[in-house]
């Protein structure tokens, strides 16, 4: 049987090619991925939050603590 040119499945070649090409971009995007991962890892576990400080001076002007808690606390912190 003749199948012309391109043979039995030629036309799925650009099936093929563009399974090919998702393929390797999903191993690029993995290392990529994965690289940062182990970047951020290896970085300062530090929270960034709100200083400690600045969180116990908002709980005096809410009158939460008191002036001698404050100050107390505020020694713990230096």
């Known amino acids: 049987m003749m199948w012309g040119n391109w043979g039995a499945g030629g036309w799925l070649w650009p099936l093929g090619a ?24 290896g970085q300062s576990s530090a929270p960034r939050g709100e200083p400690a400080l ?3 001076k908002k709980r005096y002007a809410r ?12 020694r713990d912190l230096q």
């Open 18 to 41: 563009l399974l090919m090409i998702v393929f390797w971009g999903l191993i690029i995007a993995g290392v990529v991925l994965l690289v940062r991962w182990l970047w951020t890892a």
């Open 54 to 56: 600045d969180i116990l």
């Open 63 to 74: 009158g939460e603590i008191t002036k001698a808690e404050f100050d107390e606390r505020k």
